[in-house]
T-cell receptor
Framework: QKEVEQDPGPLSVPEGAIVSLNCTYS??????FMWYRQYSRKGPELLMY????GNKEDGRFTAQVDKSSKYISLFIRDSQPSDSATYLC????????????FGTGTRLLVSP | DSGVTQTPKHLITATGQRVTLRCSPR?????VYWYQQSLDQGLQFLIQ???????AKGNILERFSAQQFPDLHSELNLSSLELGDSALYFC?????????????FGNGTRLTVT
């Protein structure tokens, strides 16, 4: 079993929809949680990161961490065709951005 | 553009061969990380260097080695290549050692082993 599980999708939504992307994990030592966006033929780009449990909002993006359930989510409001990409969750124990453990990514398609 | 430069973009080689992937970090970044991305495994951390010294190691095979040079660029050497080594190899850089320094990824080198 992988340490981080993520549904590969694709997830297809119409423009303007609210998107929910999720990851589950098994290692209770994880403290840092990140979301990366990866466009085709490009490297991952950091969207948001949070420490421990709770919510964090940045524009149309909200990240949620529920450590009791070992479950993290990324919500995208008013989704746009430019949001079409693969979204990767990543996490680490007490090492911050070192030795990140990534999910395999969820492919999101937002149609106009 | 993240500012991290990886060369070459594509590499096709045969089993048993050796290749070198190169990475130039963002200006001012002292840490360089190497990750391997395959379809079934996702992004896997290989190794990290900070200012020329190895700082952290992941699931890097013994056939693979890396170094960071005084000018801070890094090279990842892959030898005795196998079909299963075909993947995207990403380099990332950060300002600090990684604790509170977000990673910035390059666009990767696509390695195909035939």
């Amino acid at each position: 079993q992988k340490e981080v599980e993520q549904d590969p999708g694709p997830l297809s939504v119409p423009e303007g929809a609210i998107v929910s992307l999720n990851c589950t994990y098994s290692n209770s030592a994880f403290q840092y949680f990140m979301w990366y966006r990866q466009y085709s033929r490009k490297g991952p780009e950091l969207l948001m990161y949070t420490y421990s449990s709770g919510n964090k909002e940045d524009g149309r993006f909200t990240a949620q961490v529920d450590k009791s359930s070992k479950y993290i989510s990324l919500f995208i409001r008013d989704s746009q065709p430019s949001d079409s990409a693969t979204y990767l969750c990543a996490m680490s124990p007490n090492t911050g951005f070192q030795k990140l453990v990534f999910g395999t990514g969820t492919r999101l398609l937002v149609s106009p | 553009d993240s500012g991290v430069t990886q060369t070459p973009k594509h590499l096709i080689t045969a089993t048993g061969q050796r290749v070198t992937l190169r990475c130039s970090p963002r200006s001012g970044d002292l840490s360089v990380y190497w990750y391997q991305q395959s379809l079934d495994q996702g992004l896997q951390f290989l190794i990290q260097y900070y200012n020329g010294e190895e700082r952290a190691k992941g699931n890097i095979l013994e056939r693979f080695s890396a170094q960071q040079f005084p000018d801070l660029h890094s090279e990842l050497n892959l030898s005795s290549l196998e079909l299963g080594d075909s993947a995207l190899y990403f380099c990332a850089s950060s300002v600090g050692e990684g604790f509170n320094s977000p990673l910035h990824f390059g666009n990767g080198t696509r390695l195909t082993v035939t």
